[in-house]
């Protein structure tokens, strides 16, 4: 097992190296948690509609690979 901490490198990993359709953002809107797929999610970002703050969990296959206030979680070696 590996460990990795960073919210922009977990994003990064996911969008350039992996398969971006295998993760799942869950973030906060307004009183909900909602989740999109990582695709949905980064263009709703780019357009400023929700930002990166809000985000609360990142999921590779039902697996969590990125949880807010998580200094480390610890993931598979292919996330490292």
Do not use: N
Not at 8 to 25: G, P
Not at 47 to 74: C, D, F, M, N, Y
Request: charged share 40%; no cysteine; net charge positive.
């Amino acid at each position: 097992m590996g460990k990795k901490g960073s919210l922009q490198e977990t994003l990064s990993y996911a969008m350039h190296k992996d398969r971006a359709e295998l993760f799942t953002v869950s973030y906060r809107d307004k009183d909900k948690i909602k989740t999109d797929s990582l695709k949905d999610f980064m263009t709703k970002e780019e357009l400023s509609e929700i930002p990166l703050t809000r985000i609360l969990q990142i999921t590779r296959k039902g697996e969590v690979v990125w949880e807010k206030g998580q200094k480390q979680i610890k993931v598979k070696k292919s996330l490292v």
